[in-house]
């Protein structure tokens, strides 16, 4: 226990740095945005004299040096603060926490479904190996790498929303129904099959072609030998012997995908207006917030390494060689 | 048999790669000389708006009465142009860190390493928006932002590559006969590592047509050209009365990155025909 312990807090550990050069790029790409806090103000409130600019660069600090201003920054960062957007009138942490459950809510249902639709079709491609059904799924790769994600959630609500009209086009829930509680939560469950199909289709893609990969590899080991001399069925090899041996390796890609995952969830948020990250985003760039964008990019970098501590930890705790390495 | 011949009829094997490179020929050579054939500027009025492909207009119109075959045409030359630089520049610069840090090792490998990782974590699409945002889109700034979250995969394979090299006795020879650090990197063991990075890289074309067309129809497209990903926003306000206007240029990119892809295994196969094939 104390391994897994001394573990834990190694790994965690690590994430320190990584932060750091994230806050360290973050007051970079903020200094090479044109024009500062001071100047943003000064034009809001309508042509201000030099002085008053001057006066505003003092109270933010923004006369100091600039290491000074880093410190001042990382200050502010671990106090949540991560500036104001001045397009919005609110602080930008606040309008992104906001957005953020309904991001995680799209990720997770997407990465859900591909999971389960990518590995099952990868059990089955495998073991149908070279067979038809093995051809589609590497066809059905091919294509998915290939499709542009916003363009295939447009042609998704082509097909779904406007010919056959049974899934919503748009949105998070209908906009001014009276529903019980029950009915709110299927309510948005109808919202969020087109986006989170959208974004999962590649990762179904993803999953299949790795646990495909994996399954074949674990097929020439010889306790699969074994177990088919035994005199077991060929489902029976297949879908426990080699499937539950073939999963570990595929859990661990879960992980590096998320930064990936969260690109494609702005587009794709954009394209069905779902109220998370990836619409601020769109706002944001229409409205030119580059303190908003910022902070987005902030938020979203530390999701990514959260994430992957997390996956990194379970994959510790699942596999028992690597605690002890 | 010459080498380039021995390599074709090799990577001839491969049939969805031939055909995928001839299609490919064929895109590029639209993007060079179609518009000479077909001159119509993409950005003119040029009839009634949102008409259906028919005999006058093949692929029909835009919302602004634009014509689309034009578009695609002049599409396919920012889509391509991109999508290309943007992957050398980040073969470039990968190839460089990855071999000072495979070569050297130590605290330099430690160092360029730590800031691949660093690049690979963060959320390369946000950072690419963010990058533009703050830049100004333009031709060039669009293939920098590109380039500047694409380099890390090349980096580390160029890295493991020279690691697998240096200490091989034919670096351990040129090392004795006096060779520099640098006529070593690039003239002995470049060569050797070249073939896997020249997958990955054309492989780097596709992710970055598609990393492009999604920055355009975010907005975040140079104003003066027109491109596939900017027709697709377009088309995306009269997605219920003109479904074809958005499908068309998207289907251009689908094929487009279908044929890079087949043809970055069709490369792998030639260039690395002892590797297994995945």
């Known amino acids: 226990m104390p391994d897994t312990l001394w573990f834990v807090l190694r790994r965690t550990l690590q994430v320190a740095p990584v932060v750091l050069a994230i806050a360290a790029l973050n007051f970079v790409l903020l200094h090479m945005a044109p024009g500062d806090a001071a100047d943003i103000i000064a034009a809001q409130s309508g042509g201000s004299s030099a002085e008053f600019v001057a006066e505003l660069r003092q ?48 990720m997770l249902t997407a990465i859900v479904i591909a999971f389960v639709i990518g590995v099952l079709l990868g059990i089955v491609a495998a073991m149908r190996h070279r067979r038809l059904l093995d051809s589609f799924v590497s066809v059905l790769a091919l294509i998915v790498y290939a499709t542009p994600q916003f363009w295939l959630g447009l042609m998704l609500i082509v097909l779904f929303s406007i010919t056959l009209g049974i899934l919503p086009s748009g949105g998070m829930a209908t906009i001014g129904a009276e529903m019980s509680a029950p009915a709110r939560v299927l309510d948005i469950g109808r919202h969020l099959v087109l986006p989170a199909l959208t974004l ?37 090899v297949g879908l426990v012997h ?34 998370g990250l990836g619409r601020l985003v769109f706002d944001a760039l229409l409205q030119r917030d580059l303190n908003l964008l910022l902070g987005i990019l902030f938020i979203s970098s530390l999701v990514v390494v959260i994430a992957n501590l997390l996956v990194d930890l379970l994959y510790g705790l699942l596999d028992p060689r690597i605690v002890h390495k | ?60 119109t835009d919302v602004s009465g634009r014509d689309i075959l034009a578009g695609l045409i002049h599409g396919a030359r920012v889509s391509l142009l991109i999508g290309v630089a943007a992957s050398l520049a980040a073969t470039v610069f990968g190839l460089l860190v990855g071999a000072l840090a495979g070569y050297y090792g130590r605290a330099i490998d430690n160092i360029l390493m730590r800031c691949t990782d660093f690049f690979l974590t963060i959320p390369s699409f946000v950072l690419a928006v963010v990058l533009i945002a703050i830049f100004r889109p333009s031709v060039f700034n669009v293939t920098a932002a590109i380039a500047i979250v694409s380099w890390p995969p090349i980096a580390r394979l160029a890295r493991a590559e020279f690691i697998a090299h240096r200490d091989r006795e034919y ?24 073939p896997p990075v020249i997958v990955v890289s054309s492989l780097l074309v596709a992710t970055a047509i598609l990393t492009e067309s999604g920055l ?3 907005g975040l497209a140079d104003p003066n050209v027109i491109s596939w990903g900017y027709m697709i926003g377009v088309g995306r306000s009269v997605l219920r009365s003109a479904w074809w206007m958005p499908a068309i240029p998207g289907f251009a990119i689908l094929i487009t990155v279908l044929c890079i892809n087949l043809v970055g295994e069709g490369l792998n196969d030639a260039l690395n025909p002892r590797l297994q094939r995945r």
């Open chain 1, 59 to 106: 109270a933010f600090g923004l006369d100091r040096p600039l290491y000074q201003q880093f410190f001042i920054y990382i200050a502010r960062l671990l106090t949540f603060d991560l500036g104001y957007s001045y397009v919005q009138h609110r602080p930008v942490f606040d309008l992104i926490i906001e957005r953020v459950p309904a991001t995680l809510l799209l």
């Open chain 2, 1 to 60: 048999m010459s080498a380039p011949l021995d390599f074709w009829r090799r990577f001839r094997r491969n049939r969805a790669a031939a055909v995928s490179f001839l299609v490919l020929l064929l895109i590029t050579l639209t993007a060079l000389f179609g518009p000479l054939v077909y001159p119509i500027d993409p950005f003119e009025m040029m009839g009634r708006p949102s008409q259906p492909p028919g005999r006058r207009f093949w692929l029909g």
């Open chain 1, 200 to 236: 999962g289709l590649f990762y179904v893609a993803v999953y299949a072609r790795l646990m495909r990969a994996s399954m074949l590899e674990v097929y020439s080991f010889d306790f699969i030998t074994a177990a088919r001399a035994k005199g077991l069925s060929e489902t029976r």
């Open chain 2, 216 to 218: 355009s129809f975010l």
């Open chain 2, 171 to 194: 670096v351990k020879a040129c090392r004795a006969l006096g060779m520099s650090d640098i006529e070593i990197i690039v003239r002995q063991i470049l060569p050797n590592a070249l």
């Open chain 1, 242 to 275: 080699a499937a539950s041996n073939a999963l570990l390796p595929v859990v661990t890609l879960a992980g590096v995908q998320i930064g990936h995952l969260l690109g494609g969830s702005i587009l794709v948020e954009t394209v069905f207006g779902w109220p």
